[in-house]
């Protein structure tokens, strides 16, 4: 049986490589395998293998982020990528393609294997960060390249890279999930804010934020209660300390996929949610999210999101930044300050028009659904001629 590898570059990256993976099982009866180089964790629908590794910047080390690459160092990033290169080098013959999902470092990385390579790009696009000439030299060489929007396609086939736009797969990833929704717990609360702090370390505190902003804005509404996303990897449990060292009233309510309650007063706010994210969209008002791919995912579900510049957002505004510029006016972010923040979320529920507008700038931005599927039949079909 051919074997296909997926080597991935980040936590939004393996739930893309993920859901290509499922597509492909349901084409053809390939073994597929997945290299994580960034983070750790189950893939569902893949074998994980090789090193892997948590860093404290949760892979966010791009556009010349000295102060995480100086941590992420500090915590063995050097000793883990030579680990995994080493690891890579000594799977040469048993592939018949490799697939890098995230950027080129993830590519070049997927070539040691000496295997076929197809590119899936998640991050540049010419909206926010084109790819530059040398990431056009290195994709040249690639069995396929398949990048998230057309214009992306046109600039990169021009420089002479055959680069297909066959689909956002970020649009997929929940898709699937809206049949999941647990209707009971969150219905009583209307309207439904649905809270994203993210996969990474500083989700803990970035929570406890946005909890904050949903408890003044509940002050002036009282049917309002959120969601908050409790993201595979992260501990329910410290979310729930966390809180409680932040004026809530914590019950752990022992459900596995509804961990825990928090209260102010006598009023029941916020619920957490441990299951698949995309099943909370459905009834969102509004998402406030901190998050990457999760994010991006309630834009294409038509959901108006607001960020926030919180904590290290003040040193790492260019994520935001970028994100800005891929969502366009389906995000608009909001002050770091809590009061201007309430104010600001309260401004938007107040304005159906704007919330309308931005659902449908994101749901465009975004794309249609059905990328993953057109490009795992490519995939597919690329390790079925090795």
């Not at 290299?35 to 404290?56: F, H, I, K, Y």
């Not at 102060?67 to 680990?83: F, P």
């Not at 000496?114 to 040249?140: H, I, Q």
Request: hydrophobic share 45%.
């Amino acid at each position: 049986m051919k074997r296909i590898l997926f080597v991935s570059n980040g936590h939004g990256e393996r739930a893309i490589a993920d859901r290509i993976a499922a597509e492909v099982r349901d084409i053809s009866d390939f073994e597929i395998d997945h290299l994580a180089l960034v983070g750790e964790g189950r893939s569902p629908n893949m074998r994980d293998v090789g090193p892997q590794r948590s860093m404290p910047s949760g892979g966010l080390i791009a556009m010349g982020n000295a102060r995480n690459i100086a941590r992420d160092l500090r915590a063995g990033l050097a000793a883990l990528t030579i680990a995994q290169h080493r690891f890579l080098r000594g799977l040469r013959g048993r592939y018949a393609l490799t697939v890098a999902v995230g950027d080129v470092f993830a590519f070049v990385m997927a070539r040691t294997c000496k295997a076929p390579v197809a590119f899936v790009g998640t991050a540049k696009s010419v909206r926010v960060a084109p790819y530059g000439p040398m990431e056009e030299r290195l994709l040249r060489s690639a069995r396929g390249v398949f990048v998230r929007d057309g214009e992306t396609a046109e600039r990169l086939r021009a420089d002479g890279v055959a680069a297909e736009s066959l689909g956002n797969a970020i649009v997929d990833l929940f898709a699937r999930e809206a049949e999941l929704a647990p209707d009971a717990a969150f219905a009583p609360f209307d309207p439904l804010l649905v809270l994203l702090p993210g996969s990474r370390a500083n989700a803990y505190a970035d929570a406890r934020f946005l909890a904050g902003v949903v408890r003044d804005v509940a002050r002036r509404r009282p049917g309002l209660g959120a969601a908050i996303s409790i993201a595979p990897g992260l501990d329910a449990g410290r979310f729930a300390a966390e809180f409680s060292g932040d004026g809530w009233s914590v019950a752990l309510d022992g459900d596995a996929l509804l961990p825990f309650t928090l209260r102010d007063g006598e009023r029941t706010l916020v619920r957490a949610w441990s299951g698949p994210v995309g099943a909370l969209f459905g009834r969102a008002k509004l998402v406030l999210g901190q998050a990457g791919t999760a994010n991006e995912a309630a834009a294409a579900a038509g959901v108006p999101i607001v960020a926030f510049r919180i904590g290290d957002e003040r040193k790492d505004g260019w994520y935001r930044r970028r994100q800005q510029s891929l969502l366009g006016d389906g995000l608009t972010v909001l002050p770091g300050n809590a009061a201007e923040a309430a104010a600001g979320v309260a401004a938007l529920l107040d304005d159906e028009t704007r919330r309308t507008r931005m659902g449908a700038v994101g749901r465009e931005r975004m794309g249609p659904p059905g990328g993953s599927r057109a490009i795992a039949e490519r995939v597919a079909a690329l390790a079925g001629e090795a």
